[in-house]
């Protein structure tokens, strides 16, 4: 790193790239210099050829091509590298597992998991059921990023055809929302947003009509005393005798975004409401710190796991309540997350890492690092708290060039990976927040975090038949197994890191499983006065009277040093107050963060908090 710079008021590191950035550098100081005192004599004869010798050994850049023009190559070069991955993924999926659920690689065959996602024990497995084309549902999205509308009209005419819900399978709620119903939602939007995206006559609203099949048949796990949802729902017979009714956080905190879009487009209340009352319920449960633990029972509202993080089991209900704010206008859903965000900055944030804690104490309980937590700095990113999600993105980097991939689960204490959670199932929360921050703050320095995520994929993962898991990171052991997130998400975001293009003028939040949403005027609780127009989201504009975020007035933190905005004082969403009221300290410790300008406030050698590094 030779400096740095501001974009939009957000500190963003700037890296050296010598073979361009040489002008004036030591090195051609030192080269230009030798050369004269060697040819002293000769340069004297030939001075014209001298100076035009000496303008280019100092100006390499007239001979080299820009910087934009380097970018635009490789991303070129690399969204044609991704493509040919998903290819390489998809075809092998049709040709076989199709219409079974996912893809063994190794083996080239398959596997019927949808009853195997969150069931670590694989209890109660159906007998007769052969597959609902999950892979396949994924990918449908995927399909029409990369522009491929002809196999996205096939898909869609297939599932239309032959997708049937009504099976004897017990499926995970959490799981069966965000893959399928998640798909299938967002396919229907696709499907008809475009009068040439298929052949005309060949859609009549066949993926909506199975959305809405499915969502019914969710309905009745809604039926507990707490409105909060059975983790689990056989899709013909509804809620099994004996049921567990442990569920997580993300179980039911985490169902919004798809119910809400359902709702919105059959015009059924219902699943809305249903998905409504549950994340209602599940927020009024949280500490008096204002945090959320892992497990609880959706009969007695009462917490079973009481240490919670970002990661497994809670990081979608964060995720869900920024995006639910942008995708439908509901105030509700800001004071959630923005006091959701402050707890998780206040009590499981450790520098640039972060730890989980106790609920009810804000103790850490477990310092380690999850795959899963990889996904935080792109919901950063929404918020405008781009220092932080920088600071993170790079740690998550960093373990990533350490092993190769992503390990499930990392000891920070020890800096060594969990020994019975070794694994890396292609995963892709870090890709997710390389394109989220590149969007952001174009820095081509994540385009090459990018381009090292598709070579460490396409060295450790490839085979012939597809894409293998990682059984053990350690040894790069693979296992048969290539997941449907892998094509839904992973691909994706690659994809579009590289080229956004089919985006550009379109305003989507993206669901935790990576299937896109339209932000729409119509969904909105109140219209918005205006849009702000970007490729990866579009957030609304009040004006408000009340206390204001930068969030809410869409103001980059570090802009709002002086009060403004009618007089308001603007508070950034990163802002973590100073452990006392009267910013007494001992250590740095006891500070927080900066509520105008997101930057971390130390303790002064006289014991009170500020921003005296910044002085």
């Not at 859903?333 to 998780?344: D, K, S």
Request: one cysteine or more; a negative charge.
């Amino acid at each position: 790193m030779v400096g740095r710079r501001f974009w939009q008021g957000f500190l963003i590191e700037q890296h050296d790239f010598p073979s361009l950035r040489s002008f004036g550098s030591e090195r051609n100081h030192l080269l230009l210099s030798e050369s004269l005192k060697i040819n002293r004599a000769m340069i004297r004869r030939t001075s014209c050829w001298t100076s035009v010798i000496v303008f280019l050994l100092i100006s390499p850049t007239i001979l080299k091509p820009s910087m934009s023009e380097l970018d635009s190559a490789k991303r070129r070069r690399m969204s044609e590298k991704v493509r040919k991955m998903f290819y390489h993924a998809y075809d092998n999926y049709m040709t076989y597992a199709f219409p079974h659920d996912e893809l063994k690689p190794i083996t080239k065959t398959f596997t019927d998991s949808l009853s195997e996602l969150g069931n670590l024990k694989l209890e109660n497995l159906p007998q007769g059921y052969n597959g609902s084309a999950l892979t396949l549902v994924e990918s449908l999205s995927s399909l029409v990023i990369l522009g491929n509308n002809t196999e996205f009209e096939k898909a869609v005419i297939w599932l239309s055809e032959n997708l049937s819900f009504d099976v004897d399978a017990r499926i995970n709620l959490f799981e069966c929302n965000i893959r399928l119903l998640g798909g299938l939602v967002s396919a229907h939007i696709l499907a008809t947003d475009s009068t040439n995206r298929l052949i005309q006559g060949t859609y009549n609203n066949q993926l909506l009509v199975l959305a809405e099949d499915l969502g019914r048949r969710f309905l009745p796990a809604f039926n507990t005393p707490t409105s909060l949802p059975y983790a689990w729902i056989n899709l013909k017979y509804g809620i099994m005798a004996d049921e567990t009714t442990e569920t997580s956080t993300s179980g039911c905190g985490s169902l919004i975004l798809e119910m809400g879009a359902l709702s919105r487009l059959t015009g059924d209340a219902r699943f809305e409401h249903a998905a409504l009352r549950a994340l209602r319920k599940l927020w009024s449960m949280r500490s008096s710190l204002n945090l959320l633990g892992t497990t609880l029972d959706v009969a007695t509202g009462e917490w079973i796991e009481y240490s919670s993080g970002i990661g497994a089991g809670v990081d979608s209900f964060y995720e869900y309540l920024i995006k639910a704010h942008i995708l439908f206008g509901k105030e509700e859903f800001w004071r959630m997350f923005q006091t959701a965000y402050l707890a998780v900055q206040k009590y499981f944030r450790y520098g640039s890492w972060y730890h989980e804690a106790d609920m009810r104490t804000g103790r850490a309980t477990y310092w380690q690092l999850t795959s899963l937590q990889a996904f935080w700095p792109g919901v950063q990113v929404l918020v405008g708290d781009l220092a932080a999600a920088n600071l993170t993105h790079r740690e998550f980097f960093h373990v990533w060039k350490k092993f190769g991939v992503l390990p499930e689960r990392y000891l920070l204490e020890h800096q060594i990976v969990h020994p019975t959670e070794k694994y890396y199932p292609l995963r892709p929360e870090l890709a997710e927040s390389t394109y989220y921050l590149y969007q952001a703050t174009k820095d081509p320095w994540y385009l090459e975090v990018g381009e090292a995520i598709v070579d460490s994929l396409n060295l450790h993962t490839k085979v012939d038949g597809g894409f293998a898991s990682i059984k053990d990171v350690t040894t790069m052991q693979l296992e048969d197994h290539q997941h449907s997130f892998f094509l839904a998400e992973t691909c994706k975001y690659l994809y579009l890191l590289f080229n956004d293009s089919a985006l550009v003028g379109r305003n989507y939040v993206f669901t935790t499983e990576g299937h896109p949403l339209p932000v729409l005027s119509d969904w909105q609780e109140r219209l918005p006065d205006t849009y702000i127009p970007s490729n990866w989201t579009s957030i609304k504009v009040e004006t408000q009277k009340k206390q204001a975020s930068a969030m809410s007035m869409q103001v980059c933190p570090a802009n709002l040093l002086n009060p403004g905005h009618d007089g308001q004082q603007i508070e950034s969403i990163c802002h973590v107050p100073d452990l006392r009221f009267d910013h007494r300290c001992l250590t740095d410790y006891g500070c927080g963060i900066d509520s105008t300008n997101c930057r971390r406030r130390s303790c002064s050698m006289a014991g009170y908090c500020g921003l005296w590094l910044f002085i």
